[in-house]
């Protein structure tokens, strides 16, 4: 896959002429932009109702930042030390969930449907309780929101989240929301 650039913005208020203009399959956003954000053009997207993904471009990643972004709809996330064929291998994994693997060889759909069947697998051995407790953190309430709506402690929500990364064998609640995106349907 050969990616082109066919604009570059520093405004945020060029993005729906821009759109409207140009066919976009993917936008790259650093986080903070000449007087606004990444969550800015996320917002303008929705208010729309454009749905095209968008990749934030970083040096670090904030996790609270971060959970933000994705809840708002952002893609996925690029940090600047990866290498290019890091970067390209990420975009074209956005850009083929995207537009469906039509373009992918025969391996990589059995890769991914392998990957998909394996994760829906993990998904389902969670318990009941701790599919509410996913359910409600995908929707993005916070640990206090999720202890108050199931009636159980704070410490209890941290555990249940500790134990479901485990069973997901994912490492932050970044991977976490990123895979119950791609996995759960209606939230609770």
Request: aromatic letters at 8%; hydrophobic letters at 40%; one cysteine or more.
């Amino acid at each position: 896959m050969i990616f082109e650039v066919c604009a570059y913005l520093d405004n945020k208020d060029l993005i729906i002429e821009t759109i409207s203009e140009e066919k976009i399959d993917l936008i790259i956003s650093e986080i903070n932009l000449n007087g606004s954000s990444a969550l800015d053009i996320l917002k303008i997207l929705k208010k729309n109702k454009i749905d095209i993904p968008v990749v934030i471009f970083t040096s670090l990643l904030n996790e609270i930042k971060s959970l933000k972004l994705l809840k708002s709809g952002a893609s996925g996330f690029l940090t600047k030390n990866l290498k290019k064929k890091t970067i390209r291998h990420l975009l074209q994994e956005i850009a083929f969930s995207r537009y469906s693997s039509g373009e992918l060889n025969k391996f990589t759909r059995l890769k991914n449907r392998f990957n998909f069947d394996y994760n829906t697998e993990k998904i389902n051995s969670l318990s009941k309780r701790e599919l509410q407790v996913l359910k409600l953190f995908f929707r993005g309430k916070r640990n206090m929101e999720i202890s108050e709506k199931l009636n159980i402690n704070q410490k209890t929500v941290n555990t249940y989240i500790t134990r479901i990364m485990k069973k997901l064998e994912v490492n932050s609640k970044i991977d976490l929301f990123i895979l119950a995106r791609k996995h759960i349907k209606q939230p609770y």
